[in-house]
């Protein structure tokens, strides 16, 4: 059974930081791709970050900068370090792998007050 346990969200002030842990069972973590989406209250969900099985990461403009996207393989982790956080930060954060399948985490809130 696969499973995606995100982990590490809260409340933080604007300009703070916070990791996201992600940890992976279930599948062969080194193959995935892993990603880091987010849904706003009310908007889509947008990607945030990937890291490919070689390590290539790909960001999006809004938050290239300041979020980090990183993956220990030992652990069958993925983590998302976010730095200056903005209220507009604040989202359900979802954790995502995709080989030949994909599949996705249930979420964990970052609450980014102003």
């Known amino acids: 059974q696969v499973q995606l346990v995100e982990s590490g969200g809260g409340l933080v002030q604007a300009g703070g930081s916070l990791r996201l842990p992600c940890a992976a069972s279930g599948i062969i973590f080194s193959v995935y791709t892993m990603g880091w989406y987010r849904q706003a209250p009310g908007k889509q969900r947008e990607l945030v970050a990937t890291?490919?099985?070689?390590?290539?990461?790909n960001y999006a403009d809004s938050v290239k900068g300041r979020f980090t996207i990183s993956r220990d393989n030992a652990k069958n982790t993925v983590y998302l370090q976010m730095n200056s956080l903005k209220p507009e930060d604040t989202a359900v954060y979802y954790c995502?792998?995709?080989?030949?399948?994909?599949?996705w985490g249930k979420g964990t809130l970052v609450t980014v007050s102003s």
């Open positions: 890291i490919s099985s070689s390590g290539s990461t």
């Open positions: 995502h792998a995709r080989f030949v399948r994909e599949y």
